[in-house]
């Protein structure tokens, strides 16, 4: 296997230009271009088509070199997923050199394409993205809430706020899970668009900041209008603070997560030296919802549209955006699983491995 050469980054020649094209995007975003670039002046270097410590020179590119990059990035063992990063900037990279007319005139960014696709194989299979993991002891955490309710001193001093709490986080890991939202468009949530607990299409910004329709099950419903009722305030969001500080604010992102995570904890116990012995993130309803619904038989298709993915890869993710909100309502409805179905197969995944420890 080759090696990675250490070198001191340099950029590319018109690689600032590209990155100043994508300054709008997240500092996330950006960074991952930049690491991107570097890596394929890195790739040039290691196969001498530029002398190491200088730039890639744009006329001595060819045809062959974004497939050339594939196979190397492959010997280097990088994941599927960093691949597919690298060749979608590298891709971008030449797009935008062929535009400033950099390359030289007998290279084309359509051959580079068709050499590349050639490589990989049809439907990019040699780079197909790790699957998502999905492990239904998640739904152990759906009766941790409720329960912790059950059990809060009424005579405490603090038991509305503790009460709030728990009526607050179970409802936000429900409609993590029927929603198969993301964090951030949980977190967003407001009251007049939910109209109180009482709608179940809600309208959100999603990723890329494009907007999409999630749905709320008859569970999640119930238990936001619960915990909305309790509130007696009139703070716009769904989901907020009842601590000292920042009381009616809503949840972060981060918040979130850690609700999330601490659940887990106070459900699967530390080991010895006090790690979690299965921790979850709020990411993981999302993928449960998805995994659980494709297991009942909802169709593709359906399940794509459901969780707002696009993707100019294949004729199904084109179309799936186009799965009308109502259809997938009611399909949702036909292939869902109710909170009580989720608890029970937890406990006895739970119960049988028990057994096997014994």
């Known amino acids: 296997m080759e090696t990675k050469k250490q070198t001191s980054p340099l950029l590319l020649p018109h690689a600032e230009d590209l990155l100043a094209s994508v300054g709008k995007e997240s500092n996330k975003t950006l960074a991952s271009y930049r690491t991107s670039l570097i890596n394929f002046q890195g ?68 051959a580079m394409s068709f050499l590349l696709d050639k490589k990989i ?39 509305e706020a503790q009460q709030l709490i728990c009526l607050r986080n179970h409802a936000l890991l429900l409609t993590l899970y029927s929603t198969a939202g993301r964090a951030a468009e949980v977190a967003a949530l407001d009251r007049h668009r939910i109209a109180e607990g ?10 890329g900041k494009k907007q999409r329709m999630v749905i709320l099950t008859d569970e999640a419903q119930k238990a936001i209008r619960d915990y909305l009722s309790e509130r007696g305030d009139k703070h716009t969001g769904v989901f907020v603070s009842h601590g000292p500080r920042g009381n009616g604010g809503q949840l972060t992102t981060q918040s979130i997560w850690r609700i999330v995570h601490e659940a887990s904890v106070e459900v699967f116990g530390t080991n010895a ?11 993981a309803f999302r993928h449960q919802r998805a995994q659980d619904l494709a297991d009942e038989g909802m169709p593709m298709e359906s399940i794509q549209a459901y969780l707002g993915h696009e993707s100019i890869e294949t ?31 937890a406990e006895k995944k739970k119960r049988a491995t028990q057994k096997d420890e014994e």
Do not use: C
């Open 43 to 110: 790739f040039a270097w290691n196969k001498k088509l530029a002398p190491v410590n200088q730039p890639l020179a744009t006329v001595s590119i060819t045809e062959s070199v974004l497939a050339d990059y594939f196979t190397w990035l492959q010997q280097q063992k990088y994941s599927n997923a960093t691949i597919r990063l690298y060749l979608t900037v590298a891709m971008q990279y030449m797009n935008w050199l062929e535009a400033s007319h950099a390359l030289a005139k007998n290279v084309n960014t359509a």
């Open 121 to 159: 194989g049809g439907r990019k299979q040699r780079i197909k993205p790790a699957r998502r993991g999905s492990d239904t002891a998640i739904g152990l955490l759906f009766g941790y809430y409720p329960k912790k309710l059950g059990e809060l001193d009424r005579e405490s001093s603090d038991y």
């Open 198 to 207: 009482n709608a179940t299409q809600v309208k959100v910004l999603g990723k």
């Open 273 to 283: 030296r006090g790690k979690p012995k299965k921790t979850f993130g709020a990411h």
């Open 315 to 345: 004729t199904r993710s084109t179309y799936a955006p186009k799965t009308p909100t109502h259809v997938t309502e009611d399909q949702i409805a036909t292939y869902g699983l109710t909170t009580e179905d989720l608890i029970k197969r």
